[in-house]
């Protein structure tokens, strides 16, 4: 192999590789977001916790926020390990395409399969936050009671 070649092949691979480095890095703002809302979540769960401890007069509706609040935290934690699938693929597309272009051998079919599979991760990921932002706002009151 000549030194241009090598060179040429690595360029190459790079440039086949930028795509799926741009999803990736949208898939970490993503996952940014949502921990972020879990740990929101999360915060209220605990300060709901303590109102219920000290035995408010308001305890059902306190228990009725709780269990709001367990079901977003559900929908974001998958959601979370969704896009964490999405970026684990992502990362195996980009691997498989520099395996590919090093050994020189067609990886068209392995890199698409992983592609769509990163794609449907993404996209159930997606309809997770969705619900969860969805049950976020149904309870969300604003202003006096």
């Known amino acids: 192999m000549q030194p241009d070649a090598g060179i040429s092949a690595v360029a190459h691979a790079i440039q086949l ?3 799926p480095v741009f999803l990736l890095s949208g898939v970490g703002a993503l996952l940014a977001v949502l921990t ?3 740990a929101r ?7 709901l916790d303590t109102q219920l401890a000290t035995a408010s007069p308001d305890a059902t509706a306190v228990r009725g926020q709780l269990q ?4 977003r935290a559900k929908l974001i934690s998958r959601a979370i390990a969704l896009c964490t699938i999405t970026a684990l693929l992502v990362c195996a597309v980009i691997a498989t395409l520099f395996l590919g272009a090093f050994a020189r051998f067609d990886v068209s079919v392995p ?3 992983l592609f769509v599979a990163a794609m449907i991760a993404l996209f159930v990921g997606l309809l997770a936050f969705l619900r969860e932002i969805f049950l976020a706002t ?3 009151r604003i202003g006096p009671s």
Do not use: E, K, Q
Request: no cysteine.
């Open 36 to 38: 972020s809302r879990l």
């Open 138 to 140: 149904a309870n969300l």
């Open 68 to 71: 709001t609040l367990s079901r």
């Open 111 to 113: 890199v698409a399969l």
């Open 41 to 47: 979540v999360i915060d209220r769960s605990r300060a």
């Open 17 to 19: 590789a930028v795509a």
